[in-house]
Antibody, heavy 116, light 107 residues
């Protein structure tokens, strides 16, 4: 079955960077875009960006452009999200999700806490 | 594209019908509206994509409709397990955006 396994929770100080991973299994990695979303406590989800694993093309949220990088390691079937210049407003759960017309399989999420 | 969901909260009884609205600030390209269900402490679950296409395993109690700027998720024969927040998302235009959600409480 389709599985997305995400890296453990992270705690960072403002201005730091964080790199999250999303390891996939159960499907052809290069056949589906992989999206990242985040959700602050009690808030709606927010789309962050996506990568198409077959060619590595990326599309990012304008509000994060310049601070975000999504990459992939195809043999490892893993996608990565790196976010720099962290602020407390970046605190939340970061999800990766396989995209098939909608996000049809989600990872469990990685909690990122940014605090001084 | 800003998505506005209404009502904010629905309190209904088992067996009743829920009608959730999602209104877009401009036409949604190709009517690419998606609906998710998120229960407390859980990840979102895909219900509907492309306005009306049910995801795998989603019962036909859940149906989607609409076009342009006005979209609806209808849940018939409500069950206690349907208590959740329901979000719409548009994927026709970057950035993809989510609505603020409708909380459905089953009394």
């Amino acid at each position: 079955q389709v599985q997305l396994v995400q890296s453990a929770a992270e705690v960072r100080k403002p201005g730091a960077s964080v790199r999250l991973s999303c390891k996939t299994s159960g499907y052809v990695f290069t056949s589906y875009p992989l999206h990242w979303m985040r959700q602050a406590p009690g808030q709606r989800p927010e789309w962050v960006g996506w990568i198409t694993p077959d060619d590595g093309e990326t599309t990012y949220s304008r509000s994060l452009r310049g601070r975000i990088s999504i990459t992939k390691d195809t043999p490892a079937r893993t996608a990565y999200l790196e976010l720099s210049g962290l602020t407390p407003e970046d605190t939340g759960v970061y999800y990766c999700a396989r995209w098939a017309g909608g996000a049809d399989s989600w990872g469990p999420g990685t909690l990122v806490s940014v605090s001084s | 594209i800003v998505l506005t969901q209404s009502p904010g909260t629905l309190s209904l009884s088992p067996g009743e019908r829920a009608t959730l609205s999602c209104r877009a600030s401009q036409n949604v390209v190709k009517n690419y509206i998606i609906w998710y269900q998120q229960k407390a402490g859980q990840t979102p679950r895909l219900l509907i994509d492309r306005t009306s296409r049910r995801a795998t395993g989603i019962p036909d109690r859940f149906s989607g409709s609409g076009s342009g700027t006005d979209f609806t998720l209808t849940i018939t024969g409500l069950e206690p397990e349907d208590s959740a927040i329901y979000y719409c998302q548009q994927s026709g235009t970057v950035p993809l955006t989510f609505g603020g959600g409708t909380r459905v409480d089953i009394k």
